[in-house]
């Protein structure tokens, strides 16, 4: 999953980078973007989609060139034995649009359980209204300066896992689009900073102050266990027990 994201960002860095170079790099990148995952597909769609916007023409079907050739990598190497099956019994579409409200709940609140601290529960539930705030709003504006292959990208790709009922992989599942995500939540601050700087940096000082005190009982516990030794490697009854 990490290969993955870097592959992408990657992709990201040097997609609208002219040279014959730079064109041969993307295309290794994107080709192994495929191999490393099968949802890496949905990566060239969007650069596809992307094209077709720019300018409608049928050069845009050359961000579909990796694809075959992936598909061969793959036959060539695991015959037909290449996972995908696992992935197709998860598919039921006999209640689709339950399955697509559901998976909405549930991938928010896990992206936004991911910005959650030691803190009163009171505190993560404004944390985390801000970061919902943020990233709806913030995706908006990035979009209005100029749409890019990866807002695509995103789009399409939490369109598909919001389709698809398998929901253990977790966190895991919204990893390729979290970077997208925070980039997302810059953007959203960057702009309410321009509108609105004064009241914005006091807000932001005033919220920093109070969540920064929300961590004195966390501090506290801390201070007071500082002598007491936690399980694990350092502990004197693993050092017995290695040294058996």
């Not at 023409?57 to 694809?67: C, R």
């Not at 339950?98 to 928010?108: D, G, L």
Request: hydrophobic share 55%; with cysteine.
């Amino acid at each position: 999953d990490f290969l993955f994201v870097l592959l992408m960002i990657l992709a990201v860095l040097i997609y609208d980078q002219e040279g014959r170079i730079n064109k041969t790099l993307y295309f290794i990148l994107v080709l192994l973007l495929c191999l490393t995952k099968p949802i890496g597909v949905v990566w060239l769609i969007a650069d596809f989609v992307y094209r077709l916007i720019k300018k409608f023409s049928l050069k845009a079907l050359w961000a579909l060139v990796p694809l075959p050739l992936a598909v061969l990598i793959q036959y060539f190497t695991f015959g037909e034995n290449n996972g995908m099956s696992w992935y197709e019994q998860w598919m039921d579409f006999s209640s689709f649009g339950a399955t697509i409200a559901h998976n909405a709940i549930y991938y928010s609140q896990l992206f936004l359980t991911a910005f959650e601290q030691e803190v009163p529960h009171y505190m993560n539930i404004i944390i985390k209204t801000f970061i919902a705030i943020f990233v709806l709003f913030g995706a908006v504006v990035k979009i209005k300066r100029g749409l890019k292959v990866e807002d695509i990208f995103v789009l399409l790709y939490l369109l598909l896992v919001f389709c698809y009922p398998y929901t253990k992989g977790g966190f895991r599942f919204l990893l390729p689009v979290f970077p997208f995500l925070l980039v997302y939540i810059i953007s959203g601050v960057e702009k309410l900073n321009e509108r609105i700087m004064p009241t914005f940096k006091i807000g932001a000082t005033v919220f920093a102050i109070v969540l920064l005190l929300s961590y004195s009982i966390n501090i506290k516990q801390i201070i007071a266990q500082t002598n007491k030794t936690e399980a694990g490697p350092q502990d004197e009854a693993f050092t017995e027990c290695r040294n058996y």
